[in-house]
DNA sequence: TCACTTTACTTTGTATCGCAAAGTTAGTGC
DNA sequence: GCACTAACTTTGCGATACAAAGTAAAGTGA
């Protein structure tokens, strides 16, 4: 059996997965464009970011070009730490995939 | 970007999660061995159970040879719903291994 | 027979957490 | 100054995981 338990809570959310999935897949997102891909509310998309961020998983850029824009990234630590999240994924999926005879 | 919102709610949950991936690599499991493999509280084990049952994804057997004994097992519609469940697994998995250029 | 154990379950209480809605702060453009 | 927008913060509700303790029913041992 897998240890589920190593299943980062953090990132074993569907919420913060999405997050996480997206932020994988690009380098940088302001937060209008994560908002609107997720379709969360603000109060709901900054927690879940400044939960990652306080995990030292996310980091945060503001900028002030026209109006304020607060950039979002994977940090390293991040990405490791969802890089190791989705080789349980992984595993979990093949071995269920080819189910062991008993 | 996946449907996250497919993700069952009711599998997406580390300890459920952990008994499907259990109840679908074997037949049939008596209630001991769920708690002693997953080392959840009695308590636990069976509220869990109990909502899987709820939804339809696991059958309850109860037989008493001895002692009683009550088995658990996937049901059909259980066992539709894990693999739906994993084929998002995967797609996130496989997306994130090869992220897309942006 | 009676105490004890085991199985499986229920009850209770706590702590956490997701989420929406509404309010807040601060900058921009007119 | 006023409307508008970005990005928060606050508040409150409802759901839920989980442990711990209690319960019921059946078997076992003396």
Redesign the pocket.
């Known amino acids: 059996m897998f240890d589920f338990d190593k299943l980062d809570k953090l990132i074993h959310?569907?919420?913060?997965l999405a997050i996480m999935t997206l932020l994988a897949a690009r380098s940088e997102w302001?937060?209008?464009d994560l908002k609107s891909e997720t379709g969360?509310?603000?109060?709901?998309l900054?927690?879940?970011l400044?939960?990652l961020f306080k995990a030292g998983y996310v980091s945060?850029t503001?900028e002030?070009e026209?109006?304020?824009?607060?950039k979002y990234a994977l940090t390293e630590s991040g990405r490791t730490a969802f890089e190791n999240y989705l080789e349980i994924l992984e595993q979990i999926v093949n071995s269920s995939k080819k189910p062991e005879t008993d």
């Open positions: 959310e569907k919420s913060r302001r937060f209008q969360m509310s603000d109060g709901n900054v927690t879940h400044r939960t945060i503001k002030m026209k109006r304020p824009q607060t």
